[in-house]
């Protein structure tokens, strides 16, 4: 199968509202298609199974999943396309800006009260789309961001979700392990040089020793990276790589992502106060984004997930978009709104042609 007849099933395929999985890795030119062949919604506890896993934000060690035994599996390079990104005016909302600004306001005043250390909080933006279109999608998530992990899932039950993401939460090869602390959010320059101030800083640290923290009871050796730039799309964050080994026999991949999800770098710290902070003033319910997802592969005891970043849902000719930010007790309320302004613009270049 070729690339223009795999795009030709798969919008069959999801004009007969049966779930299907489209992914491709990092720096990959090909693409996985997995067709379900049935409706049904499957989930998976134990992580045994080969399957890809879909898990929400407020996971609660369960996640939806499409088994590789329930469908048929294809893997076919994409056609690669040049795409410009434009700019793209949002029109900016005083009034929403004014509500994000107030929760910002409010969280930072929780962390001088010393509950904790960060709180990730996030907006969602709706955009009505002119026209929706499946095949453009996948030719402008694939090739727009060739650095990042680029999918779109569909399940008659969950919708379509569709992303770019540019973390990982984890990825092993038998009892090896790799994840990351991502933190600190700017533009990127043609020069391509950058000066970071405390606060992103200061948040990238806390990310790194949290998740150092989390992952002892689970691994015999750990190691972390100098932190350096990594480029997102239009964006550049702090990143610092944290790999290591993974205690014999009490370590499985349910286990560790219990251990990770959801990172500091997505919800806060202490991770337990951080959460709960989300769920009772965020004015909406995050459903996937900041969950995590992505293949696992059982005969190679492997494993590729990522969190769920940069990412929309598309229903009824609307797409909604996620974005959010770390907040410490240095942030600045103005510069958090503009930091969730720049982020939007990495979904909002896939749906360009719709808008």
Not at 264 to 275: I, L, N, R
Request: charged content about 25%; aromatic content about 10%; some cysteine.
């Amino acid at each position: 199968m070729n690339f223009t007849s795999l795009l030709d099933k798969l919008t069959s395929h999801y004009k007969k509202e049966l779930p299907f999985i489209l992914f491709s890795l990092p720096e990959s030119e090909s693409v996985n298609v997995c067709f379900q062949n049935d409706s049904l919604l499957y989930d998976t506890e134990h992580y045994t199974e080969e399957c890809f896993v879909f898990a929400p934000f407020d996971y609660q060690k369960k996640a939806y999943c499409i088994p590789i035994e329930k469908g048929d599996v294809f893997k076919v390079d994409f056609v690669k396309n040049s795409i410009t990104e434009e700019e793209i005016n949002t029109n900016e909302n005083s009034l929403k800006k004014e509500e994000y600004c107030k929760l910002v306001k409010g969280t930072i005043r929780s962390i001088k009260s010393r509950y904790a250390k960060k709180i990730v909080v996030s907006r969602k933006e709706k955009f009505v789309l002119e026209s929706f279109d499946l095949q453009s999608l996948v030719d402008r998530i694939l090739n727009l961001y060739p650095t990042a992990f680029r999918y779109i899932w569909y399940h008659p039950k969950t919708g379509l979700w569709c992303g770019a993401s540019p973390e990982i939460l984890v990825q092993t090869e038998g009892a090896s392990f790799t994840t990351m602390a991502l933190a600190g959010t700017q533009k990127h320059n043609s020069k391509d040089i950058y000066s970071w101030h405390y606060k992103e800083i200061e948040e990238q640290q806390i990310v790194v020793d949290a998740i150092s923290t989390s992952l002892q009871k689970v691994t015999s050796v750990v190691r972390i990276s100098k932190t350096y730039n990594h480029r997102a799309a239009s964006l550049v964050h702090l990143r610092t790589d944290i790999t290591g080994i993974l205690k014999k026999g009490k370590a499985t991949l349910s286990t560790i992502t219990s251990t990770l999800h959801p990172t500091p770098a997505v919800c806060g710290t202490p991770q337990k106060f951080a959460k709960k902070y989300i769920l009772e003033n965020e004015a909406y319910e995050r459903e996937f984004y900041t969950g995590f997802l992505g293949p696992i592969c059982n005969k190679e005891s492997c494993s590729r997930l990522y969190v769920n970043l940069r990412c929309m849902k598309i229903e009824n000719n609307t797409a909604s978009l996620y974005v959010g930010g770390g907040i410490t007790i240095a942030s600045i309320p103005e510069n958090e709104w503009e930091e969730t302004e720049h982020k939007l613009h990495t979904m909002l270049q896939v749906l360009q042609p719709m808008l």
